[in-house]
């Protein structure tokens, strides 16, 4: 059986809030900063490994604003770990 990743989001107070049944909403958008550290690895490096098309499915949120849906990085997490 596969090894599951949890996504724990933080609130305000850094305290971790887990969607119910502990699974969290796969259609969360995470900044580049957040998925760098989810994936232990610095922002440059992200950007880098997303230029040369290796990296996640990245979303357009607004003209100066990108992220990444939780379901996209855990596919791209997935897909590294192969």
Do not use: Y
């Amino acid at each position: 059986m596969a090894d599951v990743i949890h996504i724990i989001d933080r609130n305000r107070h850094g305290r971790g809030v887990v969607a119910p049944h502990g699974a969290p909403p796969p259609d969360r958008v995470r900044s580049l900063r957040e998925v760098a550290q989810l994936a232990n690895m610095s922002l440059s490096t992200l950007r880098r490994v997303i230029k040369n098309g290796h990296g996640p499915k990245v979303l357009q949120v607004s003209p100066r604003r990108s992220g990444v849906t939780d379901l996209d990085f855990l596919i791209w997490l997935e897909g590294c770990a192969k």
